[in-house]
């Protein structure tokens, strides 16, 4: 322990072991600690000051910094900035990982509702807040919206329909990415159009169905419309 033998003009010499039972103050402009802090009730850092409050600086290879529950390592800070949550070696940037699934909660400031993005064993949801749609936007420009009650809006922020695309002359393209060939489904503003094509600007026939794949009728790409009987089409 330190005793008065050990003090002089300069301040404290080096000493074995040193024991406050009483507060301590600190002035010096940097404090150097090479030690395990165990048994400690809590740690508290109160600043005043234009800096960060608190720094740790990592010039070795090993973790930045270790939270842990118990014997749980809870928060991980690896060397190069790898933050894991739960995980003890995180791979990616943010690296969340629990037992059963993995959930990331946002708490709704308007309310006591709240929504989140949850990975599972089977399934990956990202859920809006009670009573509230789920937005998706480019640029700051909202370009989807599914509301509360399961409807969709592309370019709609109130879908009247479960598919609802309100945007000048709005069209759905269907490719078949192998062959090239595509249909597209549009609207003007006095017409709606049902096209299809062979790819690389050859014309495709149009067929309706029912019952299955059963053929009802056909508009080929030199404009007869075709009506099958018994396999056989009797007009056109």
């Given at each position: 322990d330190v005793t008065a033998?050990?003090?002089?003009?300069?301040?404290?010499?080096?000493?074995?072991t040193l024991r406050v039972t009483g507060d301590l103050t600190v002035e010096g402009t940097t404090t150097t600690l090479d030690s395990i802090l165990t048994e400690v009730d809590r740690l508290e850092v109160s600043a005043n000051s234009t800096v960060a409050a608190g720094i740790i600086t990592q010039t070795g290879n090993g973790?930045?910094?270790?939270?842990?529950?118990g014997t749980t390592q809870a928060v991980t800070v690896e060397d190069g900035g790898n933050v894991g949550l739960g995980i003890a070696n995180p791979a990616y940037l943010l690296h969340?990982?629990?037992h059963g699934n993995t959930e990331i909660v946002l708490n709704n400031t308007r309310g006591s509702?709240?929504?989140?993005?949850?990975?599972?064993d089977d399934r990956l949801e990202l859920n809006s807040i009670t009573n509230h749609p789920l937005l998706l936007k480019t640029n700051s420009v909202e370009r989807l919206r599914i509301t509360s009650d399961g409807n969709i809006g592309i370019g709609s922020e109130t879908p009247g329909a479960t598919l609802?695309?309100?945007?000048?002359?709005?069209?759905?393209r269907f490719t078949d990415i192998d062959s090239g060939k595509?249909?597209?489904?549009?609207?003007?503003s006095s017409s709606f159009y049902l096209t299809a094509d062979r790819g690389n600007g050859g014309g495709g026939n149009i067929i309706f169905r029912c019952g299955g794949?059963?053929?009802k009728l056909?508009?080929?790409s030199d404009g007869k419309v075709r009506v099958p009987d018994n396999g056989k089409f009797v007009a056109g």
């Open positions: 033998t050990n003090i002089n003009a300069s301040g404290i010499g080096t000493v074995g973790d930045i910094l270790r939270l842990y529950d969340l990982q629990r509702s709240t929504g989140g993005i949850g990975q599972y609802d695309i309100a945007k000048n002359t709005p069209s759905i595509y249909a597209v489904v549009s609207q003007s794949v059963s053929e056909r508009i080929t």
